[in-house]
């Protein structure tokens, strides 16, 4: 077996027996082998069901329901169960809880109650692994380890002593002295110079009005991404010691504002990526944000399959209103990440719970039972997936345009002394992709540290709102843009260095004032109410500058405003600058002249999505919720 994800389409979901009775579980099986599920994840929250006290352990329920799915030839996704501690650890440690940054520690009772630097949660997460992997390591039914879950979901930071401490170790590796630490975080600003490593604290609550040192605030994301890969580091080597063939994954994030981990860098660490996907219930277009996703989720791959690990059969419940879905929806969902690179599709959860707080959650066996329309639709879904195998071993078709998208500036966007609070980093990029998605032209994502090489597989690199380049990034995207490739950078790109010191001598540093021509002055945002009107009939929200091109030439002009004649949109050769935040029909009449001039490929369009995949062509209808997918030769 290789530490890949197999070429093989997964269909299936969480599944919790502990909730339920013998009796049920025969009928799971049942149930399970006429909606063709393959693969089910179990164990993700049993660490109390699984080790009642420190140190004893019950895996009598868990050996019996591996047996039963591997009977009922139904392969299983090990969680190792370390998502949630139990409360007999809790009770005897509540060190390892975590704590606000207002210095409150949290109460054990939700989920993902632990501190992601306690040596405690740590060293009984790692056990609990090993012995996981000692007794099913070699099970028949295994088909891949799932650590953990959704880390960062609940706790990406914790402001306790025990974390400051690990925090001022992760401080020394990255600066070395206290004078590069004061310099990269400008502490000759508000009295805030240290003298002593010890002084340092995490960014915890500031007096009212006042917040942290942005710099520090960037770091402290930064450590705490590292603290927890560590924690997943620790699980996996724990499984790697014993089991060297079964391939070991995480489950990502793909949500429009899950911020607290910088997946590119993950994304090496794990045999392949797995993500979680929710629909956004409110926005009528959310299959545009679920595209978005699953391309992104691609990227982390590096254009290989990945897994779709849940995704909801309907409603969730925990949004403000949670919208069922449509018939056809859950289809054209599942087949939509399908399409775009997911070897399967999987949900949270198998039977929905009666107790507990996912009760009101939709699932593959509703409340309702299986004479229902969910669980009409799951078997018509495991039908689909079962005439599609042979597409496993096949990835999505590359796209001509690449889109960078950086958690880093992400981090550093969400400060909150910024020109405009109106500032979205996500928000940006979805306008963009938004606009590209109607007219047809794919995109896939990149990393801000892609190489040369990949960027150089691409026509054009757009960069909504890249805020934070280093030197060798910078040069990096202006080779692309001399050795003919273009760019399309936004507002707000380029600003500072990864330390977050702003670039002297024109906003946006070199990219720029060089590659790009033009030399922005001074930001001039825009009031929430009001748009500002371009000289060639677009519409600005949010942002304005005074600007001027160089060695640009001209596209629009502000036409009101207090930057009224400053250069908005720019062009020099086959790249862009855009100084605002174009609203939807401006930046879609923009990416169409952009895609007739470099003459991109388009497919579908109008609620209609189409996407190649090996030898398979998906056109899947949102405004229908219908789909085809037929096998194509060229
Ligand atoms: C995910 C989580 C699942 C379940 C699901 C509900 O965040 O991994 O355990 O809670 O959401 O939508």
């Known amino acids: 077996m290789s530490l890949e994800l197999p070429a093989e389409i997964f269909y299936g979901g969480d599944y919790n027996p502990e909730q339920w009775s013998r009796e049920v579980w025969h009928e799971d099986m049942r149930l399970m082998r006429e909606a063709g599920v393959n693969l089910v994840t179990l164990g993700v929250f049993s660490w109390t069901n699984l080790e009642t006290s420190e140190g004893h352990y019950d895996f009598g329920w868990l050996d019996e329901i591996f047996d039963l799915l591997h009977e009922n030839g139904i392969g299983v996704d090990l969680a190792t169960a370390t998502a949630s501690p139990p409360a007999w650890l809790t009770k005897a440690h509540p060190e390892l809880l975590p704590v606000n940054a207002a210095g409150t520690r949290l109460a054990h009772g939700g989920r993902q109650g632990y501190c992601v630097s306690s040596p405690i949660y740590k060293r009984k997460a790692a056990e609990l692994a090993s012995e996981l992997v000692k007794r099913y390591g070699s099970h028949p039914a295994l088909k891949m380890w799932h650590i953990n879950n959704e880390y960062g979901c609940h706790n990406p930071l914790c402001f306790c002593e025990v974390s400051a401490e690990n925090w001022r170790i992760w401080l020394k590796e990255k600066y070395e002295t206290l004078d590069a630490l004061n310099r990269a975080w400008g502490t000759n600003f508000w009295s805030q110079r240290y003298h002593q490593w010890d002084e340092i604290n995490p960014p915890?609550?500031?007096?009212?009005?006042?917040?942290?040192?942005?710099?520090?605030?960037?770091?402290?994301?930064?450590?705490?991404?590292?603290?927890i890969l560590d924690l997943y580091l620790a699980e996996k080597a724990a499984i790697r010691a014993v089991d060297t063939i079964h391939p070991i994954t995480t489950n990502f994030m793909s949500m429009k504002h899950s911020m607290n981990i910088d997946y590119w860098r993950w994304a090496s660490e794990v045999d392949f990526v797995a993500t979680d996907h929710y629909l956004i219930a409110e926005d009528p277009e959310n299959y545009i944000d679920l595209a978005f996703q699953a391309d992104l989720t691609r990227g982390f791959a590096s254009g290989k399959p990945w897994l779709l690990m849940e995704h909801s059969t309907s409603a969730v419940n925990w949004q403000e209103r949670n919208l069922a879905k449509a018939d056809g929806e859950m289809l054209c969902n599942s087949l939509t990440h399908v399409a775009r690179g997911s070897n399967g599709s999987m949900f949270f959860q198998w039977r929905a719970s009666v107790s507990g707080s996912e009760k009101y959650h939709s699932a593959m066996v509703p409340h309702a039972g299986e004479d229902s329309r969910i669980f009409r639709n799951v078997k018509q879904l495991g039908e689909e997936l079962q005439k599609l195998t042979e597409i496993a071993a096949h990835p999505t078709e590359k796209a001509q345009v690449a889109m960078v998208f950086d958690y880093q500036s992400w981090w550093a966007l969400a400060q909150r002394n910024l020109p405009t609070t109106s500032i979205d980093y996500p928000e940006l990029a979805h306008d963009w992709y938004r606009a590209l998605w109607k007219l047809g032209v794919r995109v896939d994502f990149v990393s801000p540290d892609a190489s040369p090489l990949v960027l150089a597989q691409y026509r054009a690199v757009l960069m909504p709102m890249t805020y934070m380049l280093s030197e060798q990034q910078e040069r990096k995207f202006a080779e692309y843009v001399s050795q003919g490739g273009s760019l399309v950078a936004s507002y707000f790109t380029g600003i500072s260095n990864l330390d977050d010191t702003v670039k002297l001598g024109g906003y946006g540093g070199a990219l720029v004032r060089e590659s790009l021509g033009v030399l922005?002055?001074?930001?001039?945002?825009?009031r929430q109410t009001e748009r500002v009107l371009l000289s060639n009939g677009a519409f600005g929200t949010e942002w304005a500058e005074f600007a001027k091109a160089t060695t640009a030439e001209v596209v629009a002009t502000y036409q009101d405003g207090v930057s009224a004649g400053s250069a908005a949109i720019a062009k020099k050769e086959r790249s862009w600058y855009i100084g605002t935040r174009l609203d939807e029909a401006s930046l879609m009449s923009f990416f169409d002249d952009f895609s007739l001039e470099l003459q991109l490929e388009k497919r579908g369009g109008n609620g209609v999505e189409v996407i190649r995949r090996g030898s398979y062509e998906f056109a899947i209808d949102h405004t229908q919720k219908t789909f085809v997918w037929s096998q194509i030769n060229d």
């Open 204 to 227: 915890r609550q500031t007096p009212d009005g006042t917040f942290p040192n942005p710099t520090q605030m960037l770091d402290y994301r930064r450590f705490s991404s590292d603290q």
């Open 520 to 526: 922005v002055e001074e930001f001039a945002p825009v």
